[in-house]
T-cell receptor
Framework: AQSVTQLDSHVSVSEGTPVLLRCNYS??????LFWYVQHPNKGLQLLLK??????LVKGINGFEAEFKKSETSFHLTKPSAHMSDAAEYFC??????????FGTGTRLKVLA | DSGVTQTPKHLITATGQRVTLRCSPR?????VYWYQQSLDQGLQFLIQ???????AKGNILERFSAQQFPDLHSELNLSSLELGDSALYFC?????????????FGEGSRLTVL
């Protein structure tokens, strides 16, 4: 069975400092992995996706994530946080049957 | 704009009532997924349709039902509403690319049950 764990429910960073949002997954298959962002009262928007190509995946707005099979991790990073990055972030794992498992979310707060 | 359209955006109703939420997927997408998002339970998968047929069921209550029509739009019917049904309901459609399978989300329908 698949599962995904977002290790932090809340993360606070100062503007201009790096962002790290952690995600661990469990999957019996070669999974597809996604990060979505949700701004208040908005739908979820795809940041980036891993689908067994390059292990370092670049997404929108300067975010990237690295797929580490040995650590079963897919952590999301950004070198320098911006105020507009404040939102909730979801890590998602999908299997070959297109069943999507969402993490419980990490709320990112960016301090001025 | 994701290309997924949900109506209505906001809905306020009373306990015991019935409502219908509508979703139009992106052009060319055959799959529709419904999710419920509430403060205490997070994002919960309800049900999935593919080309008019139910494919997977999640934590969907018996008071809730859904269907996907021949034009591929989908409706989620919520009946005998309770206060706890107040939530944001999202619809998503899946990209028909077997290498990625990205989900595209609508803006959601916010349901308030008083």
């Amino acid at each position: 069975a698949q599962s995904v764990t977002q290790l932090d429910s809340h993360v606070s960073v100062s503007e201009g400092t790096p962002v790290l949002l952690r995600c661990n997954y469990s999957s019996s298959y070669s999974p597809s992995l996604f990060w979505y962002v949700q701004h208040p009262n908005k739908g979820l928007q795809l940041l980036l996706k891993y689908t067994s190509a390059a292990t370092l995946v670049k997404g929108i707005n300067g975010f990237e994530a690295e797929f580490k099979k040995s650590e079963t991790s897919f952590h999301l990073t950004k070198p320098s946080a911006h105020m507009s990055d404040a939102a909730e972030y979801f890590c998602v794992v999908s299997d070959a049957a297109y069943k999507y498992i969402f993490g419980t979310g990490t709320r990112l707060k960016v301090l001025a | 704009d994701s290309g997924v359209t949900q109506t209505p955006k906001h809905l306020i109703t009373a306990t015991g009532q019935r409502v219908t939420l509508r979703c139009s997927p992106r052009s060319g997408d055959l799959s529709v997924y419904w999710y419920q998002q509430s403060l205490d339970q997070g994002l919960q998968f309800l049900i999935q349709y593919y080309n008019g047929e139910e494919r997977a069921k999640g934590n969907i209550l018996e008071r809730f039902s859904a269907q996907q029509f021949p034009d591929l739009h989908s409706e989620l019917n919520l009946s005998s509403l309770e206060l706890g049904d107040s939530a944001l309901y999202f619809c998503a459609s899946r990209e028909e690319d077997f290498n990625t399978g990205e989900l595209f989300f609508g803006e959601g329908s916010r349901l308030t049950v008083l």
